[in-house]
């Protein structure tokens, strides 16, 4: 079955980075690119990019251009997520998420990227001095 | 970029109820949108893909409609387990995705 663990929490200072992990397993790592989503206590969710591991390309929010680095290993099937030049609003719960199969869609004749649908447990990174 | 705009921001229901949650886009999206459950503590859950299509194994009392700007999500009969937040999402060909701000839902 899919599973898609990340590293523990963390705690930073404003002004560092931070690098999340998500090591994958039961299925080909580079089969489905891993999406990055995050949530900020109380507050809603935010997409930051993804990573196509068979490639190593990025798309990252614009939000996040220039803060973001999304890497992969695929000798050890985990993606990485690193922030930089962290702020006390970076803080928040860093989730990594797999899409579900992509498919054709015969009545809007179009293909269809899978939607996130395996996810990670969260990881929570504060940020403060 | 596309905005959302999901409505209401919260919801009180009573069991048994038919709960309805909307979601508007900044521009036409065709059926680019998927709807997401997420529990306190708890990663999100895909309920919908495609504005219409539901996820492998969510029953069947989890529905969603819509195309262009205007979409809607609705739960036909509320069941105590279904007491969550509830987001849009959009997405687009890159695929870059934005979600809805949120939808409260609790037990009147």
């Known amino acids: 079955q899919v599973q898609l663990v990340q590293s523990g929490a963390e705690v930073k200072k404003p002004g560092a980075s931070v690098k999340v992990s998500c090591k994958a397993s039961g299925y080909t790592f580079t089969g489905y690119y891993m999406h990055w989503v995050r949530q900020a206590p109380g507050q809603g969710l935010e997409w930051m990019g993804w990573?196509?591991?068979?490639?190593?390309?990025?798309n990252y929010a614009q939000k996040f251009q220039g803060r973001v680095t999304m890497t992969r290993d695929t000798s050890i099937s985990t993606a990485y997520m690193e922030l930089s030049r962290l702020r006390s609003d970076d803080t928040a719960v860093y989730y990594c998420?797999?899409?579900?199969?992509?498919?054709?869609?015969?009545?809007?004749?179009?293909?269809?990227?899978?939607?996130?649908?395996?996810w990670g447990q969260g990881t929570l990174v504060t940020v403060s001095s | 970029d596309i905005q959302m705009t999901q409505s209401p921001s919260s919801l009180s229901a009573s069991v048994g109820d038919r709960v309805t949650i909307t979601c508007q886009a900044s521009q036409d999206i065709s059926n680019y949108l998927n709807w997401y459950q997420q529990k306190p503590g708890k990663a999100p859950k895909l309920l919908i893909y495609d504005a219409s299509n539901l996820e492998t194994g969510v029953p069947s009392r989890f529905s969603g409609s819509g195309s262009g700007t205007d979409f809607t999500f609705t739960i036909s009969s509320l069941q105590p387990e279904d007491i969550a937040t509830y987001y849009c999402?959009?997405?687009?060909?890159?695929?870059?995705?934005?979600f809805g701000q949120g939808t409260k839902l609790e037990i009147k």
């Open positions: 999402q959009q997405y687009d060909n890159l695929p870059s995705y934005t």
């Open positions: 990573i196509n591991p068979n490639s190593g390309g990025t």
């Open positions: 998420a797999r899409p579900v199969d992509s498919y054709y869609d015969y009545v809007w004749g179009s293909y269809r990227y899978g939607a996130p649908g395996y």
